[in-house]
DNA sequence: CGCTCACATGTGAACGGTAACATTCTAATT
DNA sequence: AATTAGAATGTTACCGTTCACATGTGAGCG
C-alpha cells in the first residue's frame, strides 16, 4: 500500500469544496445538493478514496466492532453460532472480532486485548462457572453490552441466549420411556457447565414423572469427547449394571458409546438404545443414523447478535433473556425394548 | 461505559509527568527512570487506564490486525485452519477480523469492508479461480499484503500455503492398486477448484504408473457434500459400470457413498473399497472407520499468519509458497481385492 | 427592495495516541 | 567551577474523521 492515503481533505481538493461536505456525501447527509453531490462523488472515485474506519471510530466513540470470545472455533456447535452471529452482525453494520480461549486462563487477555480495542459489545459463548469469567461481571456493571450465548448461568442481570435443555433432556429421556426402557444410562458432560445440570435436570423430572427410581450408578461423567464416552461404557459394562438405553448428552459422546457398546458385542439398536444431543451435520450417517436433539443453531448467533446490537444502540434496555426450542429428530440409533 | 475514557492525559496528571512519558512507560521504553515508570505505573493502576489501540493506529498507521476471508466458518477444514491462523497472529501480536462469503457475490463487499478498516494484510482461504477473487489482484500489486490459504491458484506473485493435494490423490489410489484393486472411481469436487485437479492428477499419475488404462467414465462429479456422493454413486451403479473401490476427494463424500453403497446391498470393504480425504474428527466412528488422506491442519493456519505477519514486516521479501505434506491413514474401509 | 428564514456549505476544534524535536537535568570530564 | 555529553522529560504537531457552530446563499414576502 502506498504510505499515504487518500483522505476526504484530498477529496474536497479535487471536487472544489470543504472537507466537510465530503464529509456529509460519504455520510449520505441530507444537505447536499444534486451537483454538489455529483462533484464529490466523482471525485471520490477518481481517487479512488477508501474512508478510513479507524478515524471515523475514533471521532465518533465508537467501533461498530463486536468481540466475540469462544472455548475453541471448531466444534461444529460454536462455529456455527459465530457464522450466523457474524451474518446478522455485519447486516447491521457491525464487524466481528473472534478470539478463542483454549484454557480459561486466555480470557482475561483475551478480554482485555478486545477492551483495548474497544469493541462496542461482547458475545461470551458458554461463559462458564469459572472465577476466570468472573471478570466479566464488573464490565457489564459497568455498562459494557454484553450477550452470554449458549450454556449460560441463569442471570437476570445479563442478557443471554440458550436452548431449553432442561426439556432437551426431558424429550430424550421421555422418548426412551416410551419406547418401553426403564433402565436409561445417561452420560453427561463436565458438571459445572450448566447445560449439563439442565439435561440431567430433563433426565430426571422425565423418570421421576414415569414414577422411576432413580439410580445414580445410571448417571456417569464424560467431557464431551467420543473417547470419554467409550471409556465410560467399558466402566460400565465391567460394572454390570442393568441398562438398556443410554441418553448421551451429546452427538460425539453418543457415537464413542456406539462404537464402546459394538465393540463389546452389543447391537445398537436391537440390545441397546442410544439417542444422542445437537444433531450434528453428519448424524444422519453414522451407523445407525443418530436419534438427537436438535438445537436451532442458526437462532442463537442470530439473536445474540441482535440482542448485542439492541443493547448497544438502546443502553436503557434491560437484558433480556431468549430461550431456544428443542427438537426430538428420530433417526434409527433406538428401538422399542425387546422383553 | 461511562462516556468519557480515561487518557494517557489524564495518568500524566495524576502522576505528575507528560503525556508522552506516559506514552513511553506504556511502550517499554528504555528512556524512563525507575521511580518515574513506578508513578505513572501507579497512577495507570489508580485511574484503570486503558490504551486506546484505536487512537494508537491512527497515529502509527497500522491496526495489527489481520483480515481473514473464507467461504464459511462452519467447514471443519475452515475453522480449523482459521483458529490456528489466529492463535498464531495472536502470538504475534495480530488480531484477525473473520469474514465469510457464503456466495462469491459477497467477497467484494467482505474485501471493501475489511479495506476500510485498514487490515495490515489478508488471508485468503480458497480462492477460488473465480472472477470475484479477481479483486485481490490488483491490491496485491499495489503492495498489500496477502496469503492464499489451501486449495490455492498456482500463483508465483503471491504467498500461499497448500497441501500436495496431488500427492495426496496419489497416495490414495496407489494404496488401492496395493491392495489389487484396478477398476477405481474417484468421485472429485467441483472443477473450478484447485485442489480437486491436483487429487484428479495424482489419481491419473498413479494409474499411469501401473498402466492400467484410464476410463473417463471412472471420474464423477460430487460437490464436497455427502448428499452429492450418495447420488453420484446411485447413477455409477445404475450405470453397470465395473469397479472394486472408490477414491471420494473429501471425507463428507466418502460417507455418503458408503452409505449409498451399503443402501444398495453392497459391504464395505469387504464388496468396495472407499477412501476419503481429510481425516475429519470423528472419521475414525464412523463404520466402517474411515480409511483416509490427512492433511496437517494446524499447519495451514500457522504457515499462513507467520508468512503474513512476515510480509506485513518485512515488504520487500518477496512472495513464497509453502506446499504441506499429506498422508495416508490406515483404518478399515478398504481392504485387499476379492477375486 | 430589503428582510427573514431555511438550507447549503465552510471553519476550527476535538478524538487519544505517537513522532519529532526541544529542553532540562545529571554527572562525568576538564 | 565551567563544560558538556547523554539521558530523561517536555512540547507541539499530526494521523483522518466527525461535531458544533459559523457563515454564505437564495427564495419568498411585505
Known sequence: MSRSQITIRDVAIQAGVSHQTVSRVINNSEQVTPSTRKRVEDAIKKLGYRPNVIARSMAQGHTHTLGCISPNLTNYIFSSIIENAQA????????????????????????????????????????????????????????????Y?????????????????????????????????????????????????????????????????QEETLVIKGDWSAESAGRAVQELL????????????????????????????????????VIGYDDIPLASYFDPPLTTI??????????????LVDSIQNP????????LDTQLIKRNSCAPLQS
Chains 1, 2 share one sequence.
Do not use: W
Open 88 to 147: 446478522e452482525a455485519r447486516r447491521l453494520g457491525f464487524f466481528i472480532l473472534t478470539g478463542f480461549a483454549s484454557s480459561a486462563d486466555d480470557v482475561p487477555l483475551l478480554l482485555d486485548e478486545m477492551l483495548n480495542r474497544r469493541v462496542d459489545g461482547l458475545l461470551v459463548l458458554n461463559p462458564r462457572d469459572d472465577e476466570r469469567y468472573l471478570h466479566l461481571l464488573p464490565l457489564i456493571e459497568s455498562g459494557m453490552p454484553v450477550v
Open 294 to 307: 436438535r438445537q436451532p443453531m442458526d437462532e442463537f448467533g442470530r439473536h445474540g447478535a441482535q440482542l
Open 238 to 273: 465391567a460394572s454390570a449394571t442393568p441398562f438398556s438405553a443410554i441418553f448421551a448428552q451429546n452427538d460425539r459422546m453418543a457415537v464413542g458409546t456406539i462404537r464402546a457398546l459394538r465393540d463389546s458385542g452389543l447391537r445398537v439398536p436391537q440390545d441397546i438404545s
Open 149 to 213: 450465548l449458549k450454556n449460560t448461568p441463569k442471570e437476570e442481570a445479563v442478557s443471554s441466549v440458550c436452548a431449553d435443555d432442561q426439556n432437551g433432556g426431558y424429550l430424550a429421556t421421555q422418548y426412551l420411556l416410551e419406547l418401553g426402557h426403564t433402565n436409561i444410562v445417561t452420560i453427561i458432560g463436565p458438571k459445572n457447565e450448566e447445560c449439563t445440570q439442565d439435561r440431567l435436570k430433563g433426565y430426571r423430572q422425565a423418570l421421576s414423572e414415569a414414577s422411576i427410581k
Open 316 to 323: 436503557k434496555h434491560s437484558p433480556r433473556q431468549v430461550r
